[in-house]
């Protein structure tokens, strides 16, 4: 049978067995019973109030994002603005992906005259300067290699590239992804607007087809960007320029570098999050950062669970973080306009986290109660994850958007520990490794 056949009936095996689930939960009662439990006394409507809460505040955020969403337009090039752009693209033990990350590069519809490429080898025990320097040799008045006599770590790797560029726009790009022919074009698209800082591209999954896994991841990303950053684009605060493809203006780095190569947070050295502590440096600065779904980039995912839930640790931690330093000046006179709905934006989200898990908890307990509650539980999680994926079938136009259903349930019974874990061993950078 046609693969493509097979892929199709097993989307709608997974839509039909969730879709019965959800009429389930309703014919059963699972959804009436729930209003006994959590109304049948003082103390329990007491316990239930942040529920109330938490459906509030979903009905602001949705309509609120989405409009935000919606209004986002990407800058487009015009004037034949081409400034010079340096690349940059530190590797550790890439291999051959490095390789062609810089070739997607140079595939690029940008002007050669105006592009500088450097790939910064942070001490790779593998082949991977191997390709670097074969790149060079072939390109030598556009690729520039460096090789590290030993691993420093990613933000020190970019440092040595911020270093020795060139171009006005410097652009960061992880080794293990892939440029669209006219991604840099349009990521640089924005910055003839002085006011703009830092702009990021459009982030899809490389090895999408990997397993089911990675398909769900793909599904994420796209509502991580598409959505999320998008919406942020309409009043210019993205909040996490992503390290796969973004770019800042130079001069900007040359400011705040030394003091993003040496940030210390609660008495450490900050060794992760170099993306998200960027765009923070970025916005204090006063600038804006805006995200271009025109310029399309795409990066190898984990294909496991335990190498997911290690990446995923290490953005909550990237998150709290940053997240305490956006508060430390987030109130300020940081820029001139856009600050209000930053703050709005910010405090919205946030709070929506920890009443999360209350749900979760909150739900769970009375499921010991009334076991038959569980079916409301998995269909309120199925209608949730729906109500999302609408956005994506909007976006993408395919149906992919049934294992972005599928990520829901991975989310909070597998994936939603890694939260709680972030704060604990929040001084703990063992886990994070490479």
Not at 313 to 326: A, C, G, L, P, T
Not at 345 to 369: A, E
């Amino acid at each position: 049978m046609d693969k493509n056949k097979v892929d199709n009936i097993y989307k709608l095996l997974i839509f039909f067995t969730l879709t019965v689930l959800v009429l389930t939960a309703f014919i059963t009662g699972s959804f009436s019973r729930v209003s006994y439990w959590y109304n049948l006394n003082l103390m329990t409507q007491y316990f239930s109030l942040p529920l109330f809460l938490y459906t509030i505040m979903i009905c602001i955020h949705l309509p609120y994002r989405s409009v935000l969403c919606f209004m986002n337009q990407p800058y487009v090039q015009r004037n034949g603005y081409y400034p010079k752009v340096t690349v940059i693209i530190p590797a550790y033990n890439e291999g051959k992906m490095v390789e062609k990350s810089i070739c997607s590069c140079l595939n690029s519809n940008y002007p050669k005259s105006r592009l500088q490429i450097i790939s910064v080898d942070d001490g790779s025990e593998d082949d991977t300067w191997h390709y670097i320097r074969r790149q060079q040799k072939e390109h030598p008045d556009l690729v520039k290699g460096i090789r590290l006599p030993q691993n420093r770590g990613k933000r020190w790797a970019l440092a040595e590239g911020f270093k020795r560029a060139s171009g006005k726009i410097l652009v960061t790009m992880d080794s293990d992804s892939v440029m669209e022919r006219d991604a840099l074009s349009n990521l640089v698209a924005p910055f003839i607007d002085k006011e703009i800082g830092a702009a990021t591209a459009k982030v899809k999954v490389l090895n999408k087809n990997e397993n089911l896994l990675t398909r769900m991841i793909g599904v994420r990303y796209i509502m991580a960007f598409e959505f999320y950053r998008a919406s942020r684009s309409t009043f210019k605060t993205v909040f996490c320029c992503s390290g796969v493809l973004s770019a800042y203006r130079k001069e900007i780095i040359d400011k705040i570098m030394d003091q993003w190569l040496h940030q210390r947070f609660m008495g450490q050295v900050c060794t992760y999050g170099d993306d998200r502590s960027l765009t923070n440096f970025i916005l204090r600065s006063g600038y804006y950062t805006v995200y271009q779904r025109n310029s399309v980039v795409y990066t190898l995912v984990p294909s496991t669970l335990p190498k997911l839930a290690r990446m995923l640790v290490r953005w909550h931690k990237s998150f709290i973080r940053e997240s305490i330093v956006f508060i430390t000046f987030m109130f300020s006179n940081y820029r001139r306009n856009n600050r209000f709905l930053p703050i709005f934006d910010f405090t919205l989200s946030t709070v929506l986290i920890p009443f999360q898990f209350y749900i979760i908890i909150y739900s769970i307990i009375h499921i010991f109660i009334d076991p038959l509650l569980i079916l409301r539980f998995l269909a309120i999680i199925t209608i949730m994850g729906s109500v999302y994926m609408s956005f994506y079938v909007k976006f993408e136009k395919n149906t992919d958007f049934v294992f972005g259903l599928l990520y829901s349930f991975l989310h909070v019974f597998f994936l939603m520990w890694t939260v709680p874990y972030a704060v604990i061993t929040f001084k703990n950078n063992s886990w994070l490794t490479r």
